[in-house]
């Protein structure tokens, strides 16, 4: 499955006979070609146990499936775009994040907290994210949308990368992350939680950010 990006707010994936990929739901703009899109409720790649767990972890994102023959230009509300290629690694992803990704994609969730321990759980109190995240992996394409664009930031074993937890989008690679505060608590008094915490990522791989606080 082929994603190419139209403009910053656009991509167009080519869908191919005996192939599917998953969108969000309302996510398609215009199509040419014999393509079908179904409600999906088989909770994606992952089957029925996953789209079970995802729904007890509120991370339930209604997805449609898309089959047939032609190109369909995807968009959601005016969101910025970004592809991310995957080549057998898995990407950490807020569900209300995705646009759309390949179907050869196996999809899971996993609980903040076995990446992270308690402070993992605090990331997602923090960031009204939840205490879970979407899991994506196998070798395909995932559309993911932001505010302002997005930029990608290496991560290393030699030096950790600190991203404010509202600018968060996703992030892979054999990466762990922590939430530290950035202030002293007397210094947070009046402040809001964007600047007084950041979410620390070390290890190896990536993690992209947007270029807003702002959440979708």
């Known amino acids: 499955m082929a994603f190419r990006e139209v403009n910053s707010k656009v991509v167009e994936a080519t869908v191919m006979p005996g192939q599917r990929l998953f969108s969000q739901r309302g996510a398609m703009l215009a199509y040419k070609g014999e393509v079908s899109f179904t409600p999906n409720i088989q909770g994606g790649q992952g089957g029925v146990m996953s789209m079970i767990g995802r729904r007890l972890a509120n991370e339930a994102t209604p997805l449609m499936t898309v089959e047939g023959s032609g190109t369909v230009l995807f968009g959601h509300g005016g ?18 994040r995705l646009l759309a990704f390949d179907g050869t994609l196996q ?16 990331r997602g109190q923090v960031t009204g994210q939840g205490l879970f995240t979407t899991t ?12 302002g664009g997005v930029f990608e930031v290496p991560i290393t074993p ?30 947070m008094v009046g402040r ?10 070390s290890g190896s ?5 947007q270029a807003s606080e702002e959440k979708l």
Do not use: C
Request: proline share 1%; aromatic share 6%; glycine share 14%.
């Open 79 to 96: 969101h910025h775009v970004q592809v991310i290629s995957l080549t057998g690694d898995t990407l950490y992803v807020e569900a209300d």
């Open 192 to 201: 809001g939680s964007g600047e007084a915490f950041q979410l620390e990522l």
């Open 158 to 187: 030699q030096r950790a990368v600190h991203v404010d937890p509202q600018a968060y989008v996703a992030h892979h690679g054999d990466v762990r992350n922590k939430l530290s505060t950035a202030l002293g608590w007397r210094d």
């Open 136 to 147: 994506l992996k196998g070798h395909g394409a995932v559309a993911v949308m932001a505010h």
């Open 107 to 122: 999809q899971g969730t996993m609980f903040l907290g076995s990446q992270g321990g308690v402070m993992g759980m605090v």
């Open 205 to 209: 791989g990536s993690v992209y950010v």
